[in-house]
């Protein structure tokens, strides 16, 4: 276990289906972000989160709704989504905004949309 | 554009080989380079890179960082089957929360 702990850690959901997405990190970081890693790209940023509040959100369609009610807490919630979106979503944390110490991962979240 | 290229996207080699991989780059505002291990799903932090021609080490691992040509170059000695991963490349701007990843070298040995 990296410290960051995502949940589930399989999801096959229907495309009128709503579910979400769990991270928690017991590391006392301060910065959480969520990263969508399809086959043969690279990792995509979504969303970042500093001390509870959003930061960055990179052009990511409104079916992605993240929520972060702690420093710890981050949420991805999910509806309506396309085939398209299947992957694995990744979490992380760092210890500050710019990551000074580099990210810890969590073990992600296969994501398959049917 | 910002971007970081990674070569070769895999790369099969047998136990006790040296391999080396690359990262390029092409990113404004750059702070450092990033380098993570990805074995079935959680990327694991290796190094971070800031300031050029200083080598940093960890075991068989070892990394090294060019701002001049932008890039940088991950070598392990004396490969192991537990080398196989692949070997993600990312950097970070200046700008906020920005960092950059390439798509992974994946590297594969073989006993």
């Known amino acids: 276990e990296t410290g960051v702990t995502q949940t589930p850690r399989h999801l096959v959901m229907g495309m009128t289906n709503k579910k979400s997405l769990k991270c928690e990190q017991h590391l006392g970081h301060n910065a959480m972000y969520w990263y969508k890693q399809s086959a043969k790209k690279p990792l995509e940023l979504m969303f970042v989160y500093n001390f509870k509040e959003q930061t960055e959100n990179n052009s990511v369609p409104s079916r992605f709704s993240p929520e972060c009610p702690n420093s710890s807490h981050l949420f991805l919630h999910l509806h309506t989504l396309q085939p398209e979106d299947s992957a694995l979503y990744l979490c992380?944390?760092?210890?500050?905004?710019?990551?000074?110490?580099?990210?810890?991962f969590g073990s992600g979240t296969r994501l398959t949309v049917v | 554009e910002d971007k970081v290229v990674q070569s070769p996207l895999s790369l099969v080699v047998h136990e006790g080989d040296t391999v080396t991989l690359n990262c390029s780059y092409e990113v404004t505002n750059f702070r450092s380079l990033l380098w993570y291990k990805q074995e079935k799903k959680a990327p694991t932090f290796l190094f971070m890179l800031?300031?050029?021609?200083i080598e940093k080490k960890s075991g068989r691992l070892s990394s090294i960082l060019d701002k001049k040509e932008l890039f940088s170059i991950l070598n392990i000695t004396a490969t192991q089957t537990g080398d196989s991963a692949v070997y993600l490349c990312a950097v970070e701007k200046n700008t906020g929360n920005q960092f950059y990843f390439g798509t992974g070298t994946s590297l594969t040995v073989i006993p």
């Open positions: 800031t300031s050029s021609g």
């Open positions: 992380a944390s760092s210890q500050g905004p710019q990551g000074n110490y580099g990210y810890t």
